[in-house]
């Protein structure tokens, strides 16, 4: 079983930055690619961005511009730099991989902008 811990949430005014992170209990070895969806209240959940483990990277059209997903194989963590931050970027953001087909999922951690 692969458990993924989520870290980095918080509260944040619009224009502010946050980092989120997520470290997989896996080697990076047979994981394809990891990175982060999102869900606000009344909403599906929604992909932010990807990574594949050879670097190819993804984006939601949104967050283009402002967000940027980086990973460290080594540590088998993945990264999500948010800046330039908008209060419709509120959501839980929850941190996901996928390995053999499968989609593995965090817990989730919650992003609040406002002022």
């Known amino acids: 079983q692969v458990q993924l811990v989520e870290s980095g949430g918080g509260l944040v005014q619009p224009g502010g930055s946050l980092r989120l992170s997520c470290a997989a209990s896996k080697s990076s070895v047979g994981i394809y690619s990891m990175g982060w969806y999102r869900q606000s209240p009344g909403k599906q959940r929604e992909l932010v961005s990807t990574i594949t483990s050879s670097g190819v990277t993804n984006y939601e059209d949104s967050v283009k511009a402002r967000f940027t997903i980086t990973s460290d194989n080594a540590k088998n963590t993945v990264y999500l730099q948010m800046n330039s931050l908008k209060p419709d970027d509120t959501a839980v953001y929850y941190c996901?991989?996928?390995?053999?087909?499968?989609?593995?999922w965090g817990q989730g951690t919650q992003v609040t902008v406002s002022a």
């Open positions: 996901n991989a996928r390995i053999a087909g499968r989609d593995y």
